[in-house]
């Protein structure tokens, strides 16, 4: 992957996103300032932002650099699937995200904001597990048919085991892409029943996460930030607005309000 902002054979010099003018939907102002007509003129965005602080951006991606460019340009979340690929591939994205942020000026690159995605099954013993796991695994249309079981959980994040394998395995996460902000678990996957995926939401809950918030809290340095949260927005923008749009009249019988 590239250290500039040419991507996919293209060169840019920066990421193409639009922004509504004032709220308003009649135009649009590109990223070198130009206003872009809109077809749905007239309109407004509502509801409005809560506390008036738009909400933190994340990009998702799994193999696009050209979305891990637009998140560092803008200093927003890069959120990588990290689900069927090897360690080997999220550590190149997250490692390409980190030094354009860092290119950008938004902070260095570890810390930049990220998130990454994982699959677990999980019982008090490992052998159950696996025994349990593996019928599902076998015939789902996204695992079966294909690399075995053991293959898989090998050369990819899934990880079927104990609570304290499934703790282990993701704190390891930290080896390749360096301290993050956020952890997403898939656990309804591969057809499992409701009372199973349940019974998985309480091992999780139980057993894994309070775990991992303490150890990943010990780890990570002093000068790496957390992920911004609504709070954390509304503080630094110094307190809450009414964003509410008010309008004259209503809309639909055009009586005052």
């Not at 860092?102 to 019982?123: C, N, P, T």
């Not at 390749?176 to 898939?186: P, S």
């Not at 930030?225 to 019988?253: C, I, K, M, Q, R």
Request: net charge negative; charged share 20%.
């Amino acid at each position: 992957m590239p250290g500039s902002a040419r991507t996919s054979g293209t060169a840019s010099s920066s990421p193409s996103r639009t922004t509504p003018s004032s709220g308003s939907c009649g135009a649009r102002t590109s990223s070198t300032g130009r206003e872009v007509p809109h077809p749905a003129a007239g309109l407004h965005l509502h509801p409005r932002p809560l506390d008036g602080v738009p909400p933190f951006v994340w990009h998702g991606s799994i193999r696009s650099p050209q979305i891990a460019e637009q998140a560092a340009y803008y200093g927003d979340g890069f959120f990588h699937n990290h689900i069927f690929w090897p360690p080997e591939h999220t550590q190149k994205m997250v490692e390409f995200y980190r030094r354009r942020y860092e290119h950008y000026g938004h902070g260095s690159a570890d810390q930049a904001i990220v998130g990454l995605g994982g699959q677990v099954f999980m019982r008090k013993n490992s052998q159950d597990a696996v025994k349990e796991f593996r019928p599902y695994f076998d015939v789902a249309p996204v695992y079966g048919h294909g690399p075995s079981l053991e293959e898989f959980t090998s050369q990819t994040p899934l990880t079927v085991g104990s609570p304290q394998q499934v703790i282990e395995r993701t704190l390891g996460f930290r080896d390749y892409v360096g301290d993050y902000q956020r952890q997403l678990f898939l656990i309804d996957h591969a057809g499992l029943p409701l009372k199973t995926v349940l019974e998985q939401l309480d091992l999780l809950g139980e057993e894994v996460v309070p775990v991992l918030r303490r150890e990943f809290a010990a780890l990570k340095p002093a000068h790496v930030p957390e992920a911004p949260t609504h709070a954390s927005l509304v503080a630094a923008a110094g307190g809450a607005t009414d964003s509410t749009v008010h309008a004259p009249a209503d809309s639909v019988t055009g009586q005052a309000r």
